[in-house]
């Protein structure tokens, strides 16, 4: 076994020490986190690296002693660091890694999303992030469980109809013509599109071709309730809490919002996709 593998069993230990302690079932402490139950079990057996943010919760869910909550964060955090390849992270599964997406937003009411190469994941259809799984599966050498990751990510989007949350999404027109799947799933993907823009408290916003930047347009990132980041390269996920971290893509995305196109300005820029997606031959 390696060392990290033991660090990650140990921390695990840890935590099943400290969930039996306070007299709580795996499905008694998801309920009160808001988890999968299969997130607890992955933790405990060390099939999944906790978070800082995972022990945080986890130690006040039990109502564990502070001291010893802050050394298993810095514990966590270690092991963060040392795995923070996407290659090593997908290894535990496409599914796994939805579902720890689902849990960060659980705990969100105020969404902004930049993806300059996809369509974002809360707006995808099955069969374009089917698509979308397979190429991630090859690349990263992921476990086969693209089934699974389909149903959570749809599962997912269940949070678009809570009007308790904003969401703010923006991505450049490209991203809209980019094939990563047959001409009928590609106009699929655009009629969800331009339902999702209906809705009461999402914005939906489209860089067109044409538009003069304001910046470059490289990594996708997520601000979470002003209070986290998520950015996102080639081989690696960075986690960003500090408050100027966060300020610094907070004005990254007001600048992209200037020069994109919202409201009915969107909906066209979607109609004309779909309409030169119409006159292209079927694959």
């Known amino acids: 076994m390696s060392g990290f593998q ?43 690296t906790a978070t800082e943010d995972d022990v945080v919760t986890w130690g006040q869910a039990v109502g564990a002693d502070p001291d010893t909550v802050d050394g298993l964060i810095q514990r966590a955090r270690g092991l963060v660091e040392r795995q923070d390849s996407w290659r090593q992270r997908h290894k535990n599964g496409l599914a796994a890694l939805q579902e720890d997406v689902r849990d960060l937003e659980a705990r969100t009411r105020s969404f902004r999303a930049f993806e300059p190469g996809i369509v974002i994941g809360l707006l995808q259809t099955a069969e374009y992030a089917r698509n979308i799984f397979t190429r991630v599966r090859r690349v990263y050498e992921a476990t086969d469980d693209v089934d699974a990751a389909i149903r959570v990510r749809m599962q997912r989007q269940e949070i678009l109809y809570d009007p308790a949350r904003s969401f703010r999404f923006v991505l450049p027109e490209a991203v809209l013509r980019y094939r990563f799947a047959p001409l009928n799933v590609m106009r699929g993907q655009m009629d969800r599109l331009l339902a999702v823009t209906t809705l009461p408290n999402v914005e939906f916003g489209v860089i067109p071709t044409g538009a003069l930047l304001p910046t470059t347009l490289v990594n996708p990132f997520w601000i979470y309730n002003d209070a986290l980041v998520g950015v996102a390269t080639k081989t690696k996920e ?12 907070a004005r990254e995305f007001d600048d992209l919002c200037e020069v994109a196109a919202f409201g009915e300005d969107a909906r066209r820029v979607i109609v004309q996709v779909i309409d030169d997606y119409a006159r292209q031959s079927p694959d």
Do not use: C, M, T
């Not at 400290?18 to 060390?46: C, F, M, T, Y």
């Open 238 to 249: 960075i986690l960003l809490r500090d408050p100027d971290d966060i300020a610094f893509y």
């Open 6 to 48: 033991q660090s990650r069993l140990d921390l695990g230990s840890e935590l099943r020490r400290l969930r039996e302690e306070a007299h709580l079932s795996g499905k008694d402490l998801a309920e009160r986190l808001g988890w999968q139950p299969s997130k607890v079990s992955r933790i405990e057996n060390a099939r999944q």
